[in-house]
């Protein structure tokens, strides 16, 4: 078999024998104009979609389990639940490495040329392959494929471009198992994003442009897409005004505006599918006032485009027609009639046109009849989408680049201060969070992380202001609140800590969050069975939260239940390992259990994490010194670990000099361990901890003695 490149003329630009050879040749192109993100990271949101999502992490299989929970629950911010559970699966193989992330959304938009080539053949339209590799090499479709969080857009359309081939192949076949496999295929394809909602009005646009009519039996056939479309809109809806928007606003114009809007937002579209140039992650968000008459232009323009087409019905109208009414269709659900999340920031995206671009893609590929020109197009397009892919190295790189191309992206400013932030450069942070408010001063999100920004430098009173302001905004934001309770907790204002957290739960009952930071404020309090009470409950929403867990481990330890507490604080450092004070308290917990190697293990895990952290250091030096396993003492190790410890405080501190005075004789300085010693009971007799007194000087005896303290 010969595929034809180039279509009507019979001429190939690359002569090709087999599917396989095809599917190959696409791969290869495609692989090379996506090299760049083989090295790239995750941004923006992805850690909220993937990397810091306990939902998508979990490995809890009691009940519902983790993927039952995505199907069946309002866990997550869209019910996409395919989506969610492709990400769940390969979090197991790939964990936190976005290679393989990168890689599988690549060979989806792949799979997705692929795919479009055999619908395109089965609509006879010439120039199939050649739209094919345009759709695989064109740079407006780097959004969808270089960002991870976007595999909800390859991935439904690789069922979206299934359910049309099924569909096809019913038409032509009457095979009902076709028309079976299209249902489902479609089913696969709103669960893993609505943008393909609109292919029943493309079905019958197929069947229109094919057939020159349209009758009941035609709607009828249509019917069950319809009503699939309709329930999982609905649902799309609820997630997005119940969990993605919430209580933000994020347009407050009117309808006459946003039908100015739109008619603007198909032309735009159309001028990037044709010269995709200048490509931005976020564009400058359109002004949306009361429309005037000249802002109706581009809606009329494109009335008139239509109108041509009819008019030029039976030479080059019908196929153009049917091409821009397609276009316009599958943009329908991102031209501004129903509120988006991402319009807060831009009204158009790149990713929102991966399902229309297919119509001018198609045209191009039919209209180019020259194998001269199909390669120079393909070439160029490889290399702007090599280009285009840079920017999605990592987020500071994306934020630069966006910048660059649209200066005043407030967002851009926001999300470079809270990368700032992550890397610990505070005032970095500050500048960039106070870059974007002189742009949008009504920027709550910009002003909470300006507020934690000012806490994490001690700043608390100029953060407490900062979230004050947010709540202004937004008096609804549970985050803020919680920041704002934080800062309260910090300086010993546990009262109005108390108000915030209870607050947020009058907003959120569920917020496990809240429970466990008013379980912390029940701790401060001394209120510890009420503080315990508040840690079951987070654990209750939250099962795998490590914070709560560490917090009633905490509890636990203190009323004596010692296996309780560590079998909490291991819920938390298997969670989280990374968690420092998790380990510490199960350092302590194993060091109160009398398994010292245990103990050391922990501490030394917790230092590893929280460097140059005295207490910590003291921990390991005291059971370096004074463990009754010889295999465990390192006595050179521990004098080195208190002295650190014991610099820190300024030789004040009678507990460290306690650990430093075993560590001296551990290592044959018993002057040195009695003096020092004397030294900690002069402070403890100072501050009237006579238990100690007594107990520092039975070990000056044993120094005395010449003895070590194990």
Not at 548 to 554: I, K, P, R, T
Not at 592 to 605: C, E, I, N, P, V
Not at 608 to 634: F, G, V, Y
Not at 679 to 705: F, M, P, S, T, W
Request: proline share 4%; with cysteine; aromatic share 12%.
């Amino acid at each position: 078999m010969k595929i034809d490149l180039n279509g009507a003329d019979g001429k190939a630009l690359v002569p090709l024998r087999t599917v396989w050879l095809f599917g190959l040749f696409i791969l290869v192109l495609t692989m090379i104009a996506y090299q760049p993100v083989w090295h790239a990271g995750f941004i923006w949101n992805d850690d909220e979609f993937l990397t810091d999502n306990p939902l998508i992490k979990s490995l809890d299989f009691r009940g519902a389990g983790a993927l039952g929970r995505i199907w069946f629950a309002t866990s997550l911010q869209d019910y996409y639940p395919m989506n969610a559970s492709l990400l769940w699966l390969e979090w197991q193989f790939w964990g936190n490495n976005p290679l393989g992330y990168h890689l599988v959304n690549v060979l989806l938009h792949v799979c997705s040329a692929i795919l479009l080539w055999r619908v395109l053949q089965k609509l006879k339209i010439p120039g199939a392959a050649l739209a094919a590799a345009i759709f695989a090499l064109h740079p407006v479709n780097v959004e969808s494929v270089a960002w991870i969080s976007e595999d909800k857009n390859t991935l439904s359309m690789l069922f979206y471009l299934g359910t049309l081939l099924f569909w096809l192949n019913w038409t032509d076949t009457g095979e009902r198992r076709f028309y079976g496999m299209a249902l489902g295929g479609f089913a696969l394809a709103l669960f893993s994003k609505t943008a393909a909602a609109p292919l029943p009005v493309v079905l019958l646009l197929i069947h229109w442009w094919r057939h020159g009519k349209l009758g009941w039996k035609d709607f009828r056939q249509v019917l069950p897409f319809f009503l699939m479309a309709a329930v999982m809109c609905s649902v799309t809806v609820w997630f997005h005004d119940h969990r993605a928007i919430g209580h933000d606003i994020i347009r407050t114009d009117g309808f006459g505006s946003r039908l100015a809007v739109a008619g603007g937002a198909v032309w735009f579209y159309l001028y990037k599918a044709v010269l995709p140039l200048n490509l931005a992650f976020v564009y400058p968000r359109w002004r949306i006032g009361s429309p005037v008459f000249l802002d109706f232009i581009p809606l009329f323009l494109l009335a008139a485009a239509f109108g041509a087409c009819w008019r030029f019905w039976r030479g080059w109208g019908k196929d153009l027609f049917f091409g821009l009414a397609y276009f316009v269709v599958m943009l329908l659900p991102i031209l501004g009639f129903l509120n988006v999340y991402f319009m807060r920031y831009s009204l158009v995206a790149d990713h929102w046109e991966y399902f229309a671009m297919i119509a001018p893609i198609a045209l191009a590929g039919a209209s180019i009849r020259r194998p001269v020109w199909a390669a120079l197009l393909l070439l160029t397009l490889g290399a702007l989408t090599w280009e285009q892919c840079k920017m999605y190295a990592n987020s500071e790189t994306l934020w630069q680049t966006t910048l660059r191309r649209n200066p005043q992206c407030w967002l851009a400013w926001a999300d470079l201060g809270a990368d700032s932030a992550r890397r610990g450069q505070m005032d970095e942070a500050i500048a960039q969070f106070q870059k974007s408010l002189a742009i949008k001063s009504d920027n709550m999100e910009a002003r909470r992380n300006l507020g934690l920004a000012l806490s994490r430098q001690g700043r608390t009173d100029e953060a407490v202001s900062e979230y004050e302001k947010a709540l202004a905004i937004d008096p609804q934001d549970v985050q803020t609140r919680l920041n704002l309770g934080n800062s309260f907790l910090q300086t010993g204002r546990m009262n109005e800590a108390m108000a915030q957290y209870q607050k947020v739960l009058e907003i959120e009952p569920d917020n496990a969050e809240a429970h466990n930071n008013l379980g912390n404020n029940f701790v401060h309090m001394g209120r510890m069975d009420e503080a315990m009470l508040q840690y079951q409950k987070a654990l209750e929403i939250s099962p795998d939260f490590p914070e709560a867990h560490n917090g009633l481990g905490a509890c636990l330890y203190r009323q004596g239940k010692i296996d309780d507490a560590i079998a909490h604080y291991e819920s938390a450092v298997r969670t989280k390992p990374a968690y420092a004070d998790a380990h510490q308290n199960l350092g302590i917990a194993f060091f109160r259990q009398g398994r010292q190697d245990d103990a050391l293990s922990q501490y030394q895990t917790a230092l590893d994490i929280k460097t140059n952290d005295p207490a910590l250091e003291n921990n390991i030096a005291w059971i370096l010194a004074t463990s009754s396993q010889a295999s465990l003492r390192d006595g050179r190790r521990a004098l080195n670990l208190a002295q650190k410890a014991n610099e820190s405080t300024g030789s004040q501190n009678p507990f460290f000099l306690h650990t430093l005075a075993a560590a001296y004789a551990e290592t044959g300085q018993f002057d040195e361990a009695a003096r020092t010693v004397r030294q900690a009971i002069a402070l403890a007799q100072a501050a009237g901890q006579q238990d100690a007194v007594a107990h520092l000087n039975e070990e000056l005896k044993r120094y005395e003695g010449r003895l070590p303290l194990h």
